[in-house]
């Protein structure tokens, strides 16, 4: 096919039929490669005013292109993907902890395009996200863990069955556990191992006379017992009792309690022939439960970059900064290109002498107008991070203080 077949010239838009494919008269040109943002009205509509701007930019009409439209395109499409990364990016920086074991992750295998009916990875909005306690919640449930007060592990309850005479039990073979938990490490937690309540010993529901509960009950006070008690001793009078019953369990009886070594129970006081078949409860976590880093409410969530359901961003909500650095990177990309193409012939023979090709200078000047735009890119979305924005608002409070610190204070005569 003659290289003439490849010249460039200027490209229109022919009907948005109901999959809003891109379509162009002109030899050589048609969808974009990877035809991601062909369904997006705004990106097809201005494809082609780019694609002119872009001619224009690089001489034509003046000079001759030697390549198509469906080059410029390929251009547009990939500056829109490069935004896109970086705004992604930026997002991770911001908010990856946060997605991290929470919002369902995706493959870029599930990508489609736009003429599929499946388009799970293509383009889409990302709604505003507001942080939460990200990787610090996990890191609470495992100190409630420990404290028995919340968590993700299931806090199991096991017992053992009292011999007479029998001071030492072995939890891990002599307990009365589920079947799957048999020869696994158990973590115990509790022991319930311990005599009655002191406060048991000396509130009397039914103290007083019955022309006093009849007071109570008038006063609203017959559902509190021992109400007597309440009205007639302060609060610090019942800790001080309870006190002194438990001191004297401890001192002159054999109170109830227990030594737990390397899940070896030793309880006390010894069991006498009345206990025998009565049990001991206890609470323990399973060792493999504990340690393991998988927990079911997280599979299939986000673990990494790469996983994170970010998609390319819809044209139609960039707005006009974002617009501008895209057709600039379209002319820097279209830049190198074109002179890619002129590179493969440094001199082109005359009747009268020859013409040097431009190739090597516009691939030069294009790669140079990438990495400024990228760097001017990379170094704007740094600056507006959460950390930077939280050292900008401690500098101002800072910078407040000190003004503050300056100004007269207003003095009152009274």
Same mark, same amino acid.
């Given at each position: ?5 490849? =010249? ?8 948005? &039929? ?52 469906? %080059? ?5 499409? $990939? ?56 990787? /610090? ?49 158990? +973590? ?20 007083? %006379? ?5 007071? #109570? ?22 800790? %001080? ?17 227990? +030594? ?35 927990? &079911? ?39 190198? =290109? ?22 090597? /200078? ?6 140079? +107008?990438?990495?400024?735009?990228? $760097? $001017? #890119?990379? $170094? ?5 991070? =959460? ?28």
């Amino acid at each position: 096919m003659s290289k003439f077949s490849y =010249l460039y010239t200027d490209p229109t838009v022919t009907g948005f &039929s109901a999959s809003l494919a891109l379509k162009t008269i002109g030899t050589g040109t048609g969808p974009t490669p990877y035809g991601t943002y062909d369904t997006d009205i705004s990106f097809v509509s201005e494809s082609v005013d780019v694609c002119k701007w872009t001619a224009r930019r690089l001489g034509h009409p003046v000079m001759q292109l030697e390549f198509s439209s469906g %080059s410029i395109w390929a251009c547009f499409e $990939e500056a829109v993907s490069e935004y896109s990364l970086h705004i992604n990016n930026y997002n991770m920086k911001n908010w990856l902890w946060d997605s991290y074991g929470a919002d369902t992750k995706k493959s870029g295998s599930q990508w489609s395009n736009a003429g599929a009916s499946s388009n799970t990875m293509g383009t889409g909005s990302i709604q505003p996200t507001h942080g939460h306690l990200g990787t /610090a919640f996990y890191l609470s449930k495992q100190y409630g863990e420990t404290a028995n007060v919340g968590g993700e592990i299931t806090l199991h309850t096991g017992s053992i069955s009292l011999s007479t005479s029998k001071q030492v039990y072995d939890l891990q073979t002599e307990s009365n556990i589920s079947s799957s938990h048999t020869g696994k490490r158990l +973590e115990i937690q509790r022991v319930f191992n311990m005599g009655p309540s002191a406060i048991t010993r000396f509130y009397d529901p039914f103290a007083g %006379s019955f022309e006093q509960r009849n007071m #109570l009950d008038a006063f609203g006070m017959s559902n509190v017992a021992p109400a007597v008690t309440y009205i007639m001793r302060p609060i610090s009078h019942d800790i %001080s009792r309870a006190q002194a019953i438990e001191t004297n369990d401890l001192i002159r009886k054999s109170a109830y309690s227990f +030594e737990l070594v390397n899940n070896k129970l030793r309880i006390f006081p010894r069991p006498a022939s009345a206990d025998e078949g009565d049990k001991i409860w206890f609470h323990y976590y399973v060792r493999d439960e504990q340690v393991s880093t998988t927990r &079911s409410s997280t599979i299939n969530k986000v673990t990494d970059p790469s996983n994170i359901p970010y998609k390319f961003i819809t044209y139609n909500e960039i707005n006009a900064a974002g617009r501008q650095w895209i057709r600039k990177y379209t002319l820097a990309l279209a830049k190198e =290109l074109l002179g890619i193409i002129r590179s493969k012939y440094a001199a082109l023979p005359l009747p009268n002498g020859e013409v040097t090709m431009d190739g090597e /200078a516009l691939k030069a000047e294009g790669r140079e +107008e990438k990495t400024m735009l990228l $760097e $001017e #890119l990379k $170094e704007f979305l740094d600056s507006v991070t =959460l950390s930077e924005r939280s050292r900008a608002e401690a500098d101002t409070a800072e910078a407040n203080q000190q003004l503050l610190a300056r100004s007269p204070l207003q003095i009152y005569i009274g």
